[in-house]
């Protein structure tokens, strides 16, 4: 089996979870692109000419009889490799340019709006890899360092700019004082985390913003000290800017009450465009590309991440921060990533 890294730590850690899961053997291969690889991808043309192979693994036999991807440019590569061997099993995660029948499973989220088809596994929250195991040895080992922190703790886990919406340093300062007042309100602490897609200008705004005690971790990649795990372990409370479908998933898995903070406001609020069309016009030019990307083109092209919104607060398992009530901690549901697993071991008849 072979893992084909994407570019997105979202879409990576679902790949890990889901080898994690099977527990066969893996060979994970790191692709850098070149700068044609998007009209390759949209050719649909099986071909490793995109690929860079002076700054990627090898990509030589033997074969694998499986490949699982996720990010749009892995796709060209996973056809060029079923020409290599023909019974190779293609499993996609999220949302392909190309045909759906192109593949042999693909695993997807409400977001991407994908058709119903045999190949294609609809569950409700992007996989992860949190359990109730994993975030209580991260607890239990991160305790220590936030001893000198009062309780309780309200964990916030901070994303990015994603499609539409733009994750300014004013919509980053907003959050910071969102939060402060929490934890003013309760006495506790806030343990904040930032992403790969933060940026520098957000983060420093951010940081500027609290007033109460915390501690901040800044998202460095490769960092091997990354207090995630435990901060979904210590928490009380969990906040999650609402651009990252990922985190969502991974906080409410933790148990705990969870909060979504709209990194907009105004007219380009996620929660003033909570139905129907979204408003064509963004915050800057690839925001607003993204907008005509939703209302116009076909499906694949975009992602609408209101539609998740609106099924989290419709079932009760998440509210907006500052509406009452809370949502209550809820169990997770159904289990995709066992369901994944599932179909990918049918796909060989196991």
């Known amino acids: 089996m072979w893992i084909l890294r994407s570019p997105h730590s979202g879409d990576n850690t679902q790949l890990r979870a889901v080898a994690a899961a099977l527990g066969w053997p893996v060979e994970v291969k790191q692709l850098t692109y070149r700068w044609h690889e998007g009209a390759l991808r949209l050719l649909s043309l099986p071909t490793r ?3 860079d192979p002076a700054r990627s693994s090898p990509l030589s036999p033997p074969w694998p009889d499986l490949v699982i991807c996720s990010g749009r440019g892995a796709e060209a590569v996973c056809f060029w490799l079923r020409r290599q061997n023909p019974k190779l099993r293609i499993v996609f995660i999220g949302s392909p340019w190309s045909r759906l029948d192109a593949f042999d499973l693909v695993i997807t989220t409400p977001q991407y709006r994908l058709a119903r088809a045999p190949n294609v596994l609809h569950v409700a929250l992007p996989l992860h890899d949190v359990t109730q195991a994993r975030i209580a040895a991260e607890a239990a080992r991160w305790a220590p360092r936030l ?18 919406y733009v994750f300014t340093p004013q919509a980053a300062a907003r959050l910071g004082h969102a939060v402060t007042g929490l934890a003013r309100a309760n006495g ?5 985390t930032t992403s790969a897609r933060t940026g520098e200008a957000a983060a420093a705004a951010l940081s500027g913003a609290l007033g109460a005690p915390h501690l901040l ?7 091997v000290e990354n207090p995630f795990h435990a901060f979904l372990g210590l928490s009380d409370r969990i906040v999650v800017t609402a651009d990252s479908i990922s985190m969502l998933a991974e906080a409410l898995a933790a148990g705990k009450p969870v909060s979504l903070f709209d990194i907009e406001d105004g007219r380009f609020a996620m929660r003033a465009e909570a139905e ?9 030019p690839d925001a607003t590309l993204f907008r005509l990307l939703i209302n116009h083109a076909p499906a694949r ?4 991440l209101r539609i998740v919104h609106r099924q989290l607060l419709a079932s009760g398992r998440a509210s907006w921060l500052g509406e009452e009530p809370m949502a209550p901690a809820t169990p997770t549901p159904e289990d995709g990533l066992e369901l994944a697993v599932t179909r990918i071991r049918g796909l060989f008849g196991l």
């Open 49 to 51: 000419a995109g690929v």
């Open 217 to 223: 971790h800044r998202w460095q990649g490769g960092s």
């Open 188 to 192: 506790g602490s806030l343990l904040l």
């Open 276 to 284: 129907g069309a979204i408003g064509w016009r963004g915050r800057t």
């Open 147 to 164: 001893a000198h922190l009062p309780r309780p703790f309200t964990a916030v886990l901070v994303g990015g700019s994603s499609g539409p």
């Open 301 to 304: 092209f975009s992602r609408d």
